[in-house]
């Protein structure tokens, strides 16, 4: 038999064969991403042991599903430095032109596909929920690219796919230390 939870918003997640504590939905559109369908998974997630999991997980859903491509828009100049701070990095590859002949921001959106969403809860720090777009993009190939927002409202986290969801657990420091993750509280979301 299979196991089944419910969520209010999005209906039914199924437990993944290979992972238990993992619970996948149907493909659904993504208001954000130009209304692309995409899974959604709730990750780390043991019923038994968090009950306000699927509560807090749809509050965050639904704030997430609120965002539009204005949003979108207004978060390309962090993805576009990303993306230069990692040519940057590796220096000159000819592969990499078209990416270095952006002249508008917005444009880094056709470099990127994404794959997925996970949404869990931060095991350090303030054990919130966040949810993680999980992508692929031109100039990261092994590592990809997530956009982390906390409790779906603000990006709090752009980096390559390395299991953090903020700065401060991947670098090992205060909440207050990482820069998107501190404006969480002070930066009210664009409507």
């Known amino acids: 038999m299979e196991n089944v939870i419910k969520s209010n918003i999005i209906g039914e997640f199924k437990q993944d064969e290979t992972f238990s504590d993992w619970w996948k ?3 659904i559109e993504i208001p954000f991403l130009d209304n692309l369908k995409l899974e959604i ?3 780390d997630f043991e019923p038994e042991y968090d009950r306000t999991f699927i509560q807090e997980a749809d509050q965050s859903l639904t704030n997430f599903l609120k965002l539009t ?3 979108r828009r207004s978060i390309s100049g962090l993805v576009f430095n990303n ?3 990692f ?3 590796v ?3 000819e592969a990499d032109e078209a990416l ?4 508008n921001e917005n444009e880094i959106w056709k470099f990127i596909q994404p794959t997925e969403i996970y949404i869990s809860r931060r095991h350090s720090g303030d054990n919130d929920i966040y949810l993680q777009i999980a992508c692929e993009c031109d100039w990261e190939e092994e590592h ?3 956009l982390v927002f906390r409790q779906g409202k603000r990006l709090t986290r752009i980096s390559g796919q390395d299991g953090h969801l903020t700065e401060a657990d991947a670098y090992d420091k205060p909440d207050s230390e990482d820069e998107l993750l501190s404006k969480f509280n002070t930066i009210e979301l664009n409507p």
């Open 25 to 27: 939905s149907s493909a």
């Open 41 to 43: 998974i709730f990750m």
């Open 69 to 71: 491509t204005n949003d």
């Open 83 to 85: 993306c230069m701070n």
């Open 87 to 89: 040519l940057a990095d």
């Open 91 to 93: 220096g000159f590859d």
């Open 100 to 103: 270095r002949q952006i002249k």
């Open 144 to 146: 990809g690219l997530q």
